[in-house]
């Protein structure tokens, strides 16, 4: 069989369009439950809740180092061939056994203990238990989706064409999540969050039922995770780290990946404060800001499609970086609703952009990195990856945390803030994001060489290896 290219592949080595939009559900579910929580967790606690903001940031702290350990660790473990896996597979099992506790874990954290005021680190215990027990599923859940990803899918036309499709599943799923909450949250009524959580949790289980009809692996891909493990002389966990990291290609998609979920983790962490506090609008109305993003993404697929098949993924992700850093920059000084729905809809188009080929980019790094060990490693790469994503949330605590301390952000719901503590929120809505996103293109620009005849000659060399 020929791809669209004219290249020879193995008929086992062509995933259905059906295939790839069932893991659309996936990535839509990832995403929604890392954006939902960068948006309302730490507004949530410090707000809503009235946890002090130095203690939210230290539970956001402890959350990102716990999890920082625990990713890369359980990807390892579950990166193996165990009883199940010659009948069920090596990533499907997983992904459901982790996909109920994620939701249940996800829904408590807007449980919080009623208590009073003096016993309010009772709340800052909760927020770390059920907080990290939540991110322990959801590492498995996502190891084995991104892992899963690259197993499926194995030329290059299939991940652009399997991103695309996952891009746009996703997209359209998410401006109908995103909608949810808006409806139903209230400033200064904790309830609310509850209830949005609580409809949140049902559709996300329905889009769950979708994906495990998608993620059914065939006979000759679980033959390879069990040959490419028993062959394998070296399955040290540490050792295996060590080889990726010699990879620059790897480390450099790999920051790249860290430095855009930094940029959105801080924005959507800031859209609450940045509607409420610099707008002066009810947060229903971030439905419209959502929606307008999210158009920009829908629209912008096609042509970042084409241009990615004439320019390929290094150059599309750079344009999209540098573009989308720009992008941020109108957030220093927007003063309405309109301005801040026009200027989401100019940044998702690079952010679609970036979207469609960082996973494929991804891919052909983990490749890269299982040419050189003999043996698929993509669940313990993909813990790698979260290990870095952390750093997100990192730098989302520190970030947030100190600005607010030091331009005494006041964290009454009903509260009028200070032109000093407006400043503050703009900058960590969009200064900081900006420059994060524009160096890192000039990074890529400059180190990323896994293109051309090195790609093509190493595509070659896995498929002589059965890899």
Not at 207 to 224: A, D, P, V, Y
Not at 336 to 344: G, H, K, P, Q, S
Not at 376 to 387: C, D, N, P, S
Request: proline share 4%.
């Amino acid at each position: 069989m020929k791809d669209e290219n004219g290249i020879e592949t193995d008929e086992w080595e062509i995933s259905s369009t059906n295939k790839m939009i069932s893991y659309g559900f996936g990535y839509l579910i990832i995403n929604y439950l890392l954006t939902a929580y960068s948006a309302l967790v730490f507004y949530f606690y410090e707000v809503e809740i009235g946890l002090p903001v130095a203690l939210v940031g230290i539970a956001f702290i402890i959350f990102a180092l716990w999890n920082m350990i625990n990713d890369p660790l359980l990807g390892y473990l579950t990166d193996k061939p165990l009883k199940w896996t010659r009948k069920w597979g090596m990533r499907a099992p997983w992904i459901v056994i982790s996909s109920i506790p994620i939701l249940i874990c996800y829904f408590m954290i807007f449980t919080t203990p009623d208590v009073s005021p003096e016993n309010i680190l009772i709340v800052f215990l909760y927020m770390v238990i059920i907080t990290c027990l939540f991110d322990t599923f959801f590492s498995i859940y996502n190891d084995h989706i991104y892992g899963g990803f690259t197993n499926q899918f194995r030329s290059e036309y299939e991940r652009r064409k399997g991103f695309a499709i996952i891009v746009i599943v996703a997209a359209f799923g998410m401006a109908f999540m995103r909608v949810i909450p808006p409806l139903f949250i209230k400033y200064g009524d904790k309830s609310s969050f509850v209830r949005a959580a609580s409809i949140v949790v049902v559709f996300l289980v329905i889009f769950n039922i979708i994906l495990f009809f998608g993620i059914k692996e065939s006979e000759q891909l679980k033959e390879m995770f069990i040959r490419g493990y028993e062959t394998s002389t070296d399955k040290s966990f540490f050792k295996t780290m060590k080889l990726a990291f010699k990879h620059k290609n790897f480390v450099i998609i790999l920051i790249a990946y860290t430095i855009i979920i930094s940029a959105q983790t801080l924005l959507n962490a800031s859209q609450i404060y940045f509607v409420k506090d610099v707008l002066g609008v009810p947060y229903t109305y971030v439905i419209f800001i959502n929606l307008a993003g999210i158009a920009g993404v829908v629209i912008s697929i096609p042509f970042w499609y084409n241009f990615t098949r004439k320019f390929g993924f290094k150059k599309t992700l750079v344009l999209c970086l540098f573009l989308s850093g720009i992008a941020y920059l109108p957030t220093l000084w927007i003063t309405t609703l309109e301005e801040r729905i026009i200027y989401t809809f100019i940044g998702g188009i690079p952010y679609a952009g970036y979207t469609i080929v960082i996973m494929p980019l991804a891919a052909d790094t983990m490749d890269d990195v299982a040419l050189t060990l003999g043996r698929r490693a993509e669940g313990a790469l993909a813990g790698v990856r979260m290990f870095f994503y952390r750093v997100a949330f990192l730098i989302q605590g520190v970030v947030i945390t100190v600005i607010h301390i030091l331009t005494a952000y006041n964290p009454d719901p009903h509260a009028t803030q200070t032109p000093l503590a407006i400043w503050g929120i703009r900058v960590h809505a969009g200064l900081i994001p900006a420059i994060l996103m524009i160096v890192m293109a000039l990074i890529v620009y400059k180190w990323y060489d896994l293109t051309g005849e090195r790609k093509e000659n190493m595509l070659k060399e896995l498929k002589a290896k059965g890899l």
